[in-house]
């Protein structure tokens, strides 16, 4: 998961306290298909024995959300975890002056809520759909007993929360070192294409949703991203971009050094 820090105006949230999830499947069969599906192949639980597997797709159920609906809100107690099957989410926290603060964007295969779940305290976020969102969902009390009985997926929980810690510092470690908007944009495409195939980010983002991760105007971000792509350092499509010149992207982090 990727954090980014951006004060923006609070706006209504489209259907915010509100359960408005779509229940796909309330009885999730237990097969060797939903040991396929994303939350297995993204590795959130992969590596458990496959008997601790089917018994966590026993208790998981797949909800669906339509873009701009709300998996979960701030302030509001948490009700269990969230694991993307497909689509993005933007997760943001209100602040004292009533603006809200945009902290980052999930994708597909990562785990949501899980901070919350373990700690037993309110949501610290809201999160809410960009797009159509598929996920499992499991219920809160009943994923701390599947916790208690299953040693092995408790130990990967911890590992999980000890790489949100990581993400968390890297971020602020980020927002430190930054010194321009160049190596701002820089450091978020490397970031956005690690690990991804091609070097690609294939998820739809705008250039304003780019802008409100780093603190850039749009102007600043299509100004940019335009020569990155003339000088060969990426190339845009539709549904995102592909990192042409990864080490000439680094460079740009080096100078500011």
């Not at 809200?100 to 964007?105: E, H, L, Q």
């Not at 949100?164 to 010194?179: E, I, N, T, W």
């Not at 978020?188 to 991804?196: I, N, P």
Request: glycine residues 8%.
């Amino acid at each position: 998961m990727s954090f980014r820090f951006r004060v923006v105006p609070k706006k209504k949230r489209r259907g915010a306290g509100q359960n408005r999830a779509k229940r796909v499947s309330i009885d999730v069969q237990i097969d060797d298909n939903w040991l396929n599906s994303p939350l297995m192949k993204e590795q959130v639980f992969y590596n458990l024995p496959q008997d601790v597997r089917r018994r966590l797709g026993a208790i998981s159920s797949i909800l669906a959300y339509a873009k701009g609906e709300v998996l979960f809100v701030e302030g509001q107690r948490s009700k269990g975890v969230f694991v993307l099957h497909s689509g993005s989410v933007k997760l943001s926290a209100g602040s004292a002056d009533g603006k809200s603060i945009i902290v980052g964007r999930a994708d597909q295969g990562e785990m949501l809520g899980l901070p919350t779940v373990i700690s037993g305290r309110s949501n610290e976020l809201t999160a809410e759909a960009l797009e159509s969102v598929e996920c499992d969902f499991i219920d809160r009390d009943v994923f701390l007993q599947f916790l208690g009985e299953n040693g092995d997926a408790a130990l990967r929980v911890a590992e999980i929360l000890s790489n949100m810690y990581d993400a968390a510092f890297d971020q602020a470690r980020y927002l430190g070192l930054s010194a321009s908007a160049p190596e701002k944009l820089a450091r978020l495409l490397l970031q956005l294409s690690l690990d991804k195939p091609h070097n690609g980010h294939s998820s739809p983002i705008t250039h304003k949703e780019i802008a409100e991760m780093i603190g850039l105007s749009r102007e600043t971000v299509t100004r940019l991203l335009a020569r990155f792509k003339r000088t060969n350092l990426i190339q845009t499509h539709n549904t995102g971009f592909h990192v042409l010149d990864r080490p000439g992207l680094e460079q740009l982090l080096i100078k500011q050094m």
